[in-house]
């Protein structure tokens, strides 16, 4: 799991004053819910941890002084009003200057990303995407002490399983001497170095590719690319595999159809009347693969059939908008990747108000889409296309305005 970068708005309460970085004030002696002191919490989290099998001195290095992050808690308690459309998404991921910029990293690396395809099979040009996604080549890899962020998420944060998980993660870390706890930076979220591995993720995938004793994400090129290698190889990347294609669907498609819960072989898509948007046949080797269909802005945009690669993307961020940007980043460092299809700009995305507004009005209609959230998920898309069928819609799943004022009933 990653964190791309979230840009959220804060509010501020009695506890948590988001402050500027030049006047923030340390918040010594916060009060959760239950009235308990971020002091009490750590003294309860000390056994944890040391159950974990974290030595008193790595803990006392890493925590000692450690205050919760007013800004991280304002960053946990408040989700972003406005999500930009994947059009808007994709024109900045792929930018000219990202483009040329990963051009010059795969020529500059070649030696180095020749020696990770061969240990570990995933394309060099997928590992500079996410690379060039997720810090901009290592330029911005987040501000935030890591073991501080998810001290704050374990002490008063909305999911504390996460922090506390996390925390013992980052401390495992520290204590293996792969980096120093004031070195250890990153996002409010706890997402850190160049390719972005939460603590659990770098357990699990990070190597040490340069020999030098320690797997260090946040300063080894080599480590980094293979670390993300050594994750997208487990996460099912198919060697030598596409990602999909860019498709056009006949008229009278049924776009219940796109859903990414429905696998067809590329062949039998074919037989339903997909083409390739460049006019070209689909790789004979992929005619049996296993694929699905995606609409990332409903039936007027344009259409993927997406296969076992993009999926392996979906495990490092689980973001179809992400896995999309990270897919034809790579192409377009192969001068490929060109949308044949037009984007609906016409259409407004919904805030996050609208969309908890929608939510609630499918469940006032006996549509199951869980707790209204604002997150448009699959319970959600779901409940939207059997909406859309009802009504004579095509069934898209894909959130607008026009469907909310049909919902409203205007």
Known sequence: MTLLGLLLSGCADARTTLRTPENRVPLSAPVNANGERFADWLTAFRLDAMKAGIKGGTFNRALD????????????????????????YLNSALSDKRIQRGKAALIENKALLGRIEKAYGVDRHIL?????????????MGSQNVVRSLATLGFEGRRPDYGRTQ??????????????PEEMTGSWAGAMGQTQFIPTTYLAHAVDFDGDGKRDIWHSTADTLASTAQYLQSSGWETGGRWGYEVTMPVGFDYALADMAITKTVSEWEKLGLKRADGRRFGATDEEAKASLLLPAGYKGPAFLVLKNFRAILVYNNSTSYAL???LLADRFRDMGEIRGRWPTEERVLTRTEREELQAL?????YDVGKPDGVIGYNTRKAIRSFQ?????????????????KIRGK
Request: glycine share 8%.
């Open 389 to 405: 069928t009802s009504v004579g819609l095509p069934p898209d799943g894909f959130a607008t305005v026009a469907l909310l004022e």
């Open 65 to 88: 002084g450690v205050t919760p992050d007013a800004d991280v808690v304002a960053a946990d308690q408040n989700q972003p009003e406005f999500t930009r459309p994947v059009w808007d």
């Open 362 to 366: 499918l469940m006032s209609k006996g």
């Open 167 to 180: 925390l013992i993660a980052a401390l495992k870390i520290i204590q293996a001497g792969d980096i120093q």
């Open 325 to 327: 940007a990270a897919s």
């Open 128 to 140: 500079v995407s996410v690379w060039a996604l997720e810090s901009n080549f290592g330029d911005f």
